[in-house]
């Protein structure tokens, strides 16, 4: 939970720190050093950085973002929610910096991270075996149990994946 701050000295930027829990805040500085780091690595940081080692969101792009998130796709074993992440740091970075966001971080982006994920899937298929069949199990019976009538029944589902009812008596 964010803290809150006094009322009596709070500023502008002290009740729209409130709104970010500090889980988050220190999500967002991760996320940060990461495209810091990966600036300095890519020999980049005369032209995207400012003189105090901070993102400069005026020569900062677009194409630099989807370029580190190629790189970091290509170069580490970070996974595609940590990516998303990323893209989280950066909006807040916009925000907290008060520079307008590029509007291809709500369009063009997200597709970048649906593909992102799906390349990623389709390069580590999951299976039962990492899964657990008592997760796949509980997940049919979230599923079916969350009132919804588009799917298939508890019963089909147990019958479908051999699984047993157990002692089941009707009351």
């Known amino acids: 939970m964010a803290t809150a701050p006094q009322r009596e000295t709070s500023t502008l930027e002290d009740i729209h720190g409130a709104l970010v829990a500090e889980r988050s805040k220190k999500a967002y500085a991760s996320g940060i050093r990461q495209v810091v780091k990966w600036i300095q690595q890519t020999n980049q940081a005369d032209a995207l950085l400012s003189a105090d080692g901070s993102i400069n969101l005026a020569a900062f792009s677009y194409d630099d973002f989807v370029r ?20 989280s740091a950066m909006r807040n970075y916009y925000k907290v910096q008060k520079v307008p966001l590029p509007s291809q971080f709500d369009g063009d982006l997200k597709d ?50 051999g699984w047993s009812l157990g002692s089941v008596f009707e009351r």
């Open 112 to 161: 970048v991270f649906q593909g992102l994920k799906l390349a990623l899937i389709e390069d580590n298929p999951v299976g039962s075996s990492e899964i657990g069949t008592h997760s796949i199990r509980k997940g049919a019976a979230t599923f079916v149990s969350s009132g919804s009538t588009g799917g298939p029944s508890l019963v089909s589902i147990c019958l479908r994946c």
């Open 68 to 87: 580190f998130i190629v790189w970091t796709m290509q170069n580490t074993a970070v996974k595609a929610s940590t990516m998303s992440g990323y893209r």
